[in-house]
């Protein structure tokens, strides 16, 4: 499968943004779908993920602020930011898992990635 990452861009603080991934190949309502963020000088760290029937994980950092969705007709997850915070900045990826279900929140888990999409918060 590969993945396309897009939406990314400058906000400022308290704002709200979706980025989206859109998949090409087959069989993507069959993947679990992820998004990790990267920031400068940091690890790659897990953000969100969403099994093929909609059941959602969420980093601690942005419970209750983020919201990650997919259309398996569409072939693309979203992932929607809200009440935005200047740490929230980071290039922001999306992945389909290829490893088990127990490693969700860990990337070594997730065989395919996008390219990934920059977003920026302003204070």
């Known amino acids: 499968v590969q993945l396309q990452a897009s939406g990314g861009g400058l906000v400022q603080a308290g704002d709200s943004l979706r980025v989206s991934c859109a998949a090409s190949?087959?069989?993507?309502?069959?993947?679990?779908m992820g998004w990790f963020r990267q920031a400068p000088g940091k690890d790659r760290e897990f953000v969100a993920a969403?099994?093929?029937?909609?059941?959602?994980y969420y980093a601690e950092s942005v419970e209750g602020r983020f919201a990650i969705s997919r259309d398996n007709a569409k072939r693309t997850v979203y992932l929607q930011m809200n009440r935005l915070k200047p740490e929230d900045t980071a290039v922001y990826y999306c992945?389909?898992?290829?490893?088990?279900?127990?490693?969700?929140?860990?990337?070594?888990?997730?065989?395919?990635w996008g390219q990934g999409t920059q977003v920026t918060v302003s204070s």
């Open positions: 992945a389909a898992l290829r490893g088990i279900l127990s490693m969700i929140r860990n990337a070594a888990a997730y065989g395919y």
């Open positions: 190949g087959r069989a993507f309502s069959n993947y679990v």
């Open positions: 969403i099994r093929s029937g909609g059941l959602a």
